[in-house]
């Protein structure tokens, strides 16, 4: 006996293209049935498998027909990115759920018998697709694509259309209204702050009104005025003093010709009494001369009011009333010496008496001047007084005007800050009610429809050639399979190649399988029995699926 161990050792010979062919004759049933089988259950699945259908439309993306730079707009996403909260809310419960029980639509109708709500509103969440599109058509996932495709799958295709249709529209309302709301609540809020900025202007313009009013003439812009006020007054008060030491020198001159009066009164008061021959000298010049002088007097005392003494008026008045005065002196002391020699008799001269009472007039019209000079005096140390008083005044606003500078500056730039806010703010919102004006108009950035909602013609699935070719594919996949395990199984010698291999004799003859003819024949007719059957049955139920798919849905 040849050895257990060396009988184990022997490998299997590896099998040739004769060998393969046996293999396939032997086991043809083991392939053909699984791989009819694929088939009949394929085709069962494809028939009965429900259409579905896809509508899809295509809008597409208009940017704003006017240019921003012209017309700012008041939306501050991108459409893509409105397109996403726009599906959200059209993709939400509430729109889905009024979708699907709309009568005209009347959709999964018996899903909704057997299914809660929830899961009928995520099947048809699941077969709404929106893609994005680029700018020649092709799918993409770009964040600014410039069009984007709105699909449905269902297994009606007018119902397809019509809820395709509905999301269109949906999405045109939505982006209306989203575009319209926004615009309005960017207006409405602009408005909001341009109020508050008014507002605080107004605080602020009070603010600096009653700081104005609370500080008149302390300001800084009253700076100037204050110092040019103040050097007209202290002109005033110069011209004040001037004007002071004018009149004491004038009153001292009124003085002074008030006692040259007086002594000349007294004086022609004692000579009012003479003899007859002094009358007679004095009826002549001395009386001429004195009433030269008085008006020579006159004349200077007004000549010294209007100009100083170095003036030549003035000096040409002294000069002549000095020349008269010495005449004057040296026909008195003639007159004196020619009274000694002569007889004394007394009597009252009437020219005398007459410039006696001329001296007297004159006196009193010196005096009512030099008291309307102490008048004078008076209301203009009054006057000075007054007036510096008042340089004290403006002289302490200056001195307060850099305190109130700062403060005023500081309201100032606050003012200014907030004018400015208000004049952006007031652009923004003329610019902002240009943009809603823009979107009442549709000429903003909007959705078209590109292409409208399309009624389908052939089922997109299932694809029923294919699911026919994968179960075929299946069926003998699962057939070679099986004989390949029955192959490996089976270790009994198959044919003469076998016996060579496996004994390493040469083989002298073989004897043919001899069997039972009745039982060859009982073999033969039961296994085409099984294949007329399965045949049958397999036509039978794909003849059913079929009539049912294409007769029976009515």
Known sequence: MVPQQGYASISRRPPDIEDYIDILRRYRSWIVGPTFAGLVIAVVVAFLWPDTFISTAVMRITPQQISERLVPSNISTQMAERLLAMQQQIESRTQLQELIQRPSLNLYPKDRQNKPME??????????????????????????????????????????????????????????????????????????????????????????????????????????????????????????NESINRDAQDKMMLETQMQNLKQESTFIASNLEQTANREAVKNGRIIQLNNMILDLETQLSGARQTYRESHPD??????????????????????????????????????VAQSLENLKLQMQNVQAQ???RNMEMEERAKRLKDIQAEIGVYRARIETIPVNEQRF??????????????????????????????????????????????????????????????????????????????????????????????????????????????????????????????????????????????????
């Open 119 to 240: 899961d009928v509103i995520e099947q048809m969440r699941k077969a709404i697709k929106i893609t994005l599109l680029d700018a020649g058509g092709a799918q993409s996932q770009q964040k600014f694509a410039s069009a984007f495709e709105i699909s449905f799958r269902y297994a009606d295709r007018y119902k397809a259309q019509a809820v395709v249709r509905e999301l269109v529209s949906k999405f045109t309302e939505e982006t209306n209204n989203q575009l319209r709301q926004q615009s309005n609540t960017t207006t409405q809020f602009l408005n909001d702050q341009l109020k508050d900025a008014k507002g605080k202007i107004d605080q602020l313009d009070g603010e600096i009104s009653k700081f104005k009013m609370e500080n008149a003439g302390r300001l800084p812009d009253q700076l100037q005025s204050n110092q040019q006020a103040v050097n007209v007054l202290e002109l005033q008060q110069q011209s004040l």
């Open 409 to 554: 500056a500081g309201l100032q730039r606050d003012y200014n800050i907030a004018k400015g806010d208000y004049d952006e703010k007031a652009k923004k919102k003329e610019a902002s009610e240009t943009s809603s004006n823009l979107e009442e108009r549709k000429a903003g950035e909007n959705l078209e429809t590109l292409d409208p909602a399309s009624l389908p013609e052939q089922a997109a699935e299932p694809n029923r050639l294919l699911i026919a070719g994968s179960g075929i594919g299946l069926g003998l996949f699962f057939g070679v399979f099986m004989a390949g395990v029955k192959e490996m199984k089976d270790t009994s010698l198959k044919n003469l190649k076998d016996v060579r291999a496996y004994t390493n004799l040469p083989v002298l003859s073989s004897i043919p399988l001899l069997e039972n003819a009745l039982l060859v024949r009982r073999k033969r007719r039961l296994f085409w029995l099984g294949w007329s059957t399965a045949i049958i049955a397999g036509t039978i139920a794909m003849s059913s699926s079929m009539y049912y798919y294409y007769f029976g849905k009515s």
């Open 370 to 372: 030099i008291q309307a």
């Open 314 to 351: 003035v000096r040409s008045l002294e000069a002549k009333l000095g020349v008269l005065k010495k005449q004057r002196d040296e026909l008195e002391k003639e007159e004196s010496s020619a009274a000694a020699k002569a007889t004394p008799t007394k009597v009252t001269n009437p020219q």
